[in-house]
């Protein structure tokens, strides 16, 4: 088990052949700390536990690295979640990446 503080910028959805979205990660990190110092340093407006399982796999194809996740997400109950990620550098390459077909 481990946590992890993650701050997520904010989002910009387009619509793609192939259903990607976009998101962005700013910033992540381990959570060393207790759950109380996080409380108390970030003093959030709400807290969402998630109890998730994951399955992690590494691809390289054609010369791009991609990282497939399988998550089984038990709190809150909903199943399996499939991801499948690439590491982009700007939105260009990011939408360059969305709509070349991977055949």
Request: aromatic fraction near 14%; charge should be positive.
């Amino acid at each position: 088990m481990r946590g992890r503080l993650t701050l997520i910028g904010p989002s910009r959805e387009d619509d793609f052949a192939y259903n990607v979205l976009l998101s962005r990660i700013r910033y992540f990190a381990p959570a060393t700390n207790s759950l109380r110092f996080y409380r108390e340093y970030f003093k959030p407006n709400n807290e969402t536990l998630i109890d998730k399982d994951r399955l992690r796999w590494l691809v390289r194809y054609k010369d791009e690295d991609f990282f497939i996740n399988l998550d089984r997400v038990d709190t809150p109950a909903l199943g399996y979640y499939l991801e499948i990620k690439s590491r982009t550098w700007s939105r260009l390459d990011a939408e360059d990446k969305a709509t070349t077909p991977l055949n």
